[in-house]
């Protein structure tokens, strides 16, 4: 069964605390994404990644980056959260321009 | 700029009409054409796509998309709207990334 699996699905953070978000593969897809969506606002791309250690900006990269050291992992990692990076993160992976999605993850930066 | 558009961005039918969401693309090409759906506290979930051949390509669901190169549209169509149907669906092209639509929320009154 194919899937992206990420965790955690909720989380709630301080403000200036660090934020690990974390995403799984079992389809071997070499391209990645985490998207971030807003009420109102649809999916806004924050960062892709077409293999191991060849990641690029999206449309709204700053505040974030990202890690990826192994094909079916894909970290999103948030220094010092900010409150306007309250939303719901989505991880992706794709195949041939059909792109399968995680659950998402509920942050919450309080 | 490779761009999608879903003018609607929410719609409302009766059970048992007839639905067509709008979709347009802008790129000098054809690309990829998708229509992912996303319920309630979920991920997008493929509910079908376009590569090439017959312009008119069958999904999940009852649901149906037809291509038009001519209009750069990629229109999603449902014979009869189910109140299960209710969800935000959203237009998706490919090329050598994804783009999103904003989306369109469906709303099936019963």
């Known amino acids: 069964d194919m899937k992206v699996t990420q965790m955690p699905r909720y989380l709630i953070k301080r403000m200036g605390e660090n934020v690990l978000l974390e995403c799984g593969q079992d389809m071997s897809h070499e391209t990645m994404y985490w998207y971030r969506q807003d009420p109102g606002l649809g999916l806004q791309l924050i960062y892709i990644s077409y293999d191991v250690d060849s990641n690029s900006e999206g449309d709204i990269p700053k505040g974030y980056r990202v890690s990826r050291k192994k094909r079916e992992h894909f970290s999103l990692i948030l220094d010092s959260a900010k409150t306007n990076q309250t939303s719901v993160y989505f991880c992706?992976?794709?195949?041939?321009?059909?792109?399968?999605f995680g659950k998402g993850t509920r942050l919450t930066v309080v | 700029a490779q761009s999608v558009t879903q003018p609607d961005a929410r719609v409302t039918v009766s059970e048992g009409a007839s639905l067509q969401l709008r979709c347009k693309y802008s790129?000098?090409?054809?690309?990829?054409l998708f229509w992912y759906v996303q319920y309630p506290r979920q991920g997008l979930q493929l509910l079908l796509k376009?590569?090439?051949?017959?312009?008119v390509v069958q999904g999940v669901n009852g649901f149906e998309a037809e291509f038009s190169k001519s209009n750069s549209s990629f229109h999603l169509r449902k014979a009869s709207v189910h109140w299960s149907d209710s969800a935000v669906y959203f237009c998706a092209v490919s090329y050598n990334r994804i783009f999103f639509g904003d989306g369109t929320q469906l709303v099936v009154k019963p």
């Open positions: 992706a992976s794709s195949l041939s321009g059909e792109v399968f």
């Open positions: 376009y590569y090439s051949g017959d312009p």
């Open positions: 790129y000098s090409a054809t690309p990829y």
